[in-house]
């Protein structure tokens, strides 16, 4: 691996340096791997955070539009689903349910449903990034430690591939 490092270490800043590097010039193994458990990690929530970024919309119109749909379709339901309604009731079930060819139960429930599992995703995704605290300093070297970082990086690709269909 062509990881390097920059670490103070006994009042002097090494800068860019391979852990053996680092090691030759007098480094502690202790400041060494510290040094390196944060640069994995820190590159692995980065690329955890890009995956979310990508799944959620990074719009505030359209970000504001689907918690209006899901506030709406959570009144539906706690409704009861009621039948005949005034359009301005529920704007946004009234106007989407017939353009998408379905009921605004269907709607209601579907949007119920897309918001519980992008909640799903986001809550793996902020445990995940809190595993690689764990994972990675617990890894015996610097290839475990990266092994251990794109496993749980893998993961979060993986749910949001799973999330996006």
Same mark, same amino acid.
């Given at each position: 691996?062509?990881?390097?490092?920059?670490?103070?270490?006994?009042?002097?800043?090494?800068?860019?340096?391979?852990?053996?590097?680092?090691?030759?010039?007098?480094?502690?193994?202790?400041?060494?791997?510290?040094?390196?458990?944060?640069?994995?990690?820190?590159?692995?929530?980065?690329?955890?955070?890009?995956?979310?970024?990508?799944?959620?919309?990074?719009?505030?119109?359209?970000?504001?539009?689907?918690?209006?749909?899901?506030?709406?379709?959570?009144?539906?339901?706690?409704?009861?689903?009621?039948?005949?309604?005034?359009?301005?009731?529920?704007?946004?079930?009234?106007?989407? /349910?017939? *353009?998408?060819?379905?009921? =605004?139960?269907?709607? !209601? &429930? +579907? @949007?119920? #449903?897309?918001?519980?599992?992008?909640? %799903?995703?986001?809550?793996?995704?902020?445990?995940?990034?809190?595993?690689?605290?764990?994972?990675?300093? /617990?890894? *015996?070297?610097?290839?475990? =430690?990266?092994?251990? !970082? &794109? +496993? @749980?990086? #893998?993961?979060?690709?993986?749910?949001? %591939?799973?999330?996006?269909?």
């Amino acid at each position: 691996m062509d990881i390097t490092l920059t670490v103070m270490h006994e009042g002097l800043e090494h800068v860019a340096m391979t852990p053996e590097q680092l090691a030759e010039a007098g480094v502690s193994a202790e400041v060494i791997r510290q040094a390196l458990d944060e640069q994995i990690i820190r590159q692995a929530e980065q690329q955890i955070d890009a995956i979310a970024d990508h799944v959620y919309t990074t719009s505030p119109s359209r970000s504001a539009r689907y918690r209006r749909k899901l506030e709406e379709a959570i009144r539906y339901r706690d409704a009861g689903y009621p039948g005949n309604v005034p359009d301005a009731d529920y704007p946004y079930l009234t106007a989407e /349910a017939p *353009a998408r060819g379905i009921t =605004k139960r269907q709607l !209601a &429930d +579907a @949007i119920i #449903a897309a918001a519980q599992a992008y909640d %799903a995703f986001g809550a793996l995704a902020e445990a995940r990034r809190a595993q690689l605290k764990v994972d990675v300093p /617990a890894a *015996a070297d610097e290839a475990a =430690k990266q092994a251990a !970082a &794109d +496993a @749980i990086v #893998a993961e979060v690709h993986q749910a949001a %591939a799973a999330l996006q269909g």
